[in-house]
């Protein structure tokens, strides 16, 4: 017998499925956290109290932001991994060229955190992350400065499944949008 499957994620503006599900497909929701930065002084009014102190206090330690894409980023930190040794498998073979936003400690040129991000058109989309110095605000900060020089007019976090990721995230004023995930089995 032949097998077929079916599956997409699709855009959070694109929510009329029910054609699909007269055909046999099934829908779950998922969630992605979203941010409009069109306008960042309205950005900065909506982080959370502990977003901005934590900006704060990264500035106060000499932070400075780099972007590198992922290619030289690997070349310069080769030992610095994005979760496991499947993951660096992925985005080694996803895109050698995404950028990456990376915090120094502008003393001792001492990396600090970053973030790995796509863009489109219109949205940043936020990938991963690395973080060295937890207690400094560095993952605050370079989020901050990416979204403040970001060329698009939204931030996507890509949602997470873990409650204090979930809760930073929104710490930076993002909300909820759900977004249909599309099968046929």
Known sequence: STHSFF????????????PLMWCGFTQTLHYHLHLDISNTKTC??????KIRTDIRKAQKYNSS??????????????????GDIKSMRFYDQLNKTLPLYVNYNTINEQ???????????????????????????TQSYVIWE????AQTISFNFLGSRVPA??????GFGSIPVPYSCIKYN
């Open 44 to 49: 900065w009014d909506n982080l959370s109290t």
């Open 111 to 137: 990396l600090a955190s970053g973030i790995l991000i796509s863009n489109d058109f219109h949205t940043t989309y936020y990938i991963d992350s690395f973080n060295f110095r937890k207690s400094t605000g």
């Open 7 to 18: 599956c997409d994620f699709w855009d959070y503006n694109f929510n009329f499925w029910y």
């Open 65 to 82: 932001i780099k972007c590198l894409d992922y290619g030289e980023f690997r070349k310069k930190f080769p030992a610095i991994a994005f």
């Open 146 to 149: 990416t979204i403040c020089t």
């Open 165 to 170: 990721v979930d809760s930073f995230f929104r």
